[in-house]
């Protein structure tokens, strides 16, 4: 039976939860948790992780069922990034938290309560909120948890390809960068990248000739050329001509095409440089503005003709608050069905303005649109499909 903490004992109790997680194995971390849930007055306590193409919830805990994300409250939770307290039969109450650090969503934790005011509430908010930290730091190098997290084999090349990939999603208070690549456990040579530096948002999305290991190679190199000249303090320009010698060096007989931008947070500046790839698109005030950011293109990366060229060509524009970029390889519009229909730039660009007009964050966005373009192929993609939505939104706007 639950009871009400005395004053200070709860916040003590999430100080000392804290640190047992972080010495915790990730097979620990459901005991630990439980133990922690008791003394604080909760029954029950159990994280859900969603799975890599974020259509079902995996219990860390073993016996607890999995839970779809699309026909469930836990799965409610999730989609909306908000609490939802249901009510049992026994008279208790369960509460389902998202697990969200920053704006990766993580999954759920479920909590199992017999009373709830706003004290308790506020401590199982702040469970949640400590719980995703430690999540992030031990999945970066817990198979547990990648294991978990993953409902079919994976192939070698995908494996590698994974490893170099960030978080789904950041974002701060002014913009968010999120992206999704299907087939999530067969990937070829697709790949996105996304980080911050001072002021600016940094987002890359690449496709590599080919789908096997080697496509994957290459991509891996150019993504790690990519971070090593940002981190080195070059501008866009450099940076794209230090990932095209990198390329064309190490694997001279393949390329890729990508798209490199940097967005000023507090600006809204838009820069990018397009190399070979299918031009950004912007949607703005629920409408396509149509070849708003199509530019002549720089030829792909790594052809060793590119290196006596002149530098690579910068483009600027200036974004309003609510614009949504969107970068995406050519898998996601030329994909097809049995019919020999392609899914299209129309459906996809009008997918993601209804998802803006119906109020969906740019992460759910997503989600539903990649779930869509893989329910028209049934499941079975003739090429990788990789989705990247940069969000502006200032907190003054």
């Keep these: 039976m639950s009871q009400q903490l005395p004053s200070g ?28 849930a008791e003394d604080m007055g909760v029954a029950q306590a159990v994280v859900y992780l969603v799975d890599l193409q974020q259509r079902r919830l995996l219990p860390l805990t073993e016996g607890e069922p999995n839970l779809e994300v699309d026909a469930s409250l836990a ?7 908000s609490l939802r307290v249901e009510g049992e039969e026994s008279g208790g109450l369960t509460l389902w938290l998202p697990l969200i650090d920053g704006a990766e969503r993580l999954g759920v934790l479920e909590i199992q309560t017999d009373t709830l005011d706003g004290l308790k509430l506020w401590r199982c908010q702040t469970m949640a909120s ?87 190679i290459a991509t891996s190199v150019a993504m790690a050329g990519c971070r ?47 190399c070979g790839h299918p031009p950004p698109l912007l949607i703005r005030r629920h409408r396509l503005l149509q070849k708003a950011l199509e530019r002549d293109p720089e030829a792909p990366l790594g052809l060793a003709a590119n290196l006596t060229a002149a530098p690579p060509q910068v483009h600027e524009t200036n974004l309003e608050p609510g614009d949504r970029i969107l970068l995406y390889t050519d898998g996601v519009v030329e994909s097809r069905n049995e019919r020999g229909e392609e ?35 049934h499941s079975r993609l003739s090429d990788d499909a990789t989705i990247l939505m940069l969000e ?5 706007s």
């Excluded at 004992?9 to 630990?32: F, H, I, K, N, W």
């Excluded at 799965?75 to 990034?81: I, M, Q, S």
């Excluded at 502006?392 to 003054?396: F, H, S, Y």
Aim: net charge neutral; charged share 20%; proline share 4%.
């Design 130 to 216: 400590l719980l995703a930290l430690v999540i992030t730091s031990k999945r970066a190098y817990s198979d547990t948890l990648a294991k978990r997290m993953r409902t079919h084999p994976m192939q070698l090349h995908t494996e590698m390809v994974r490893a170099f990939l960030p978080p789904r999603s950041i974002g701060t208070g002014r913009v968010v960068s999120t992206a999704v690549l299907e087939p999530a456990y067969d990937l070829g040579g697709d790949a996105f990248d996304h980080s911050f530096t001072k002021d600016l948002l940094h987002a890359t999305i690449l496709d590599g000739m080919g789908h096997d290991l080697a496509s994957g």
């Design 9 to 36: 004992v709860g916040e003590r109790l999430l100080v000392e939860l804290v640190r047992a997680v972080q010495q915790a194995s990730p097979t620990e971390l459901p005991s630990v948790l439980n133990q922690y």
């Design 343 to 377: 899914f299209g730039l129309k459906r996809f660009t009008d997918y993601i303005i209804r998802s803006t007009a119906a109020g969906q964050t740019a992460q759910e966005a997503l989600r539903l649109l990649i779930h869509a373009i893989l329910d028209h192929q």
């Design 392 to 396: 502006w939104q200032p907190p003054d």
């Design 75 to 81: 799965g409610w939770a999730y989609r909306t990034d």
């Design 228 to 274: 090593n000249a940002r981190r080195m303090g070059a501008d866009l320009a450099e940076l794209v001509s230090a990932v095209d010698h990198a390329l064309a060096k190490w694997l001279p007989d393949h390329f890729c095409t990508g798209i490199f931008a940097q967005l000023h947070m507090s600006t809204g500046v838009l820069r990018w440089c397009n």
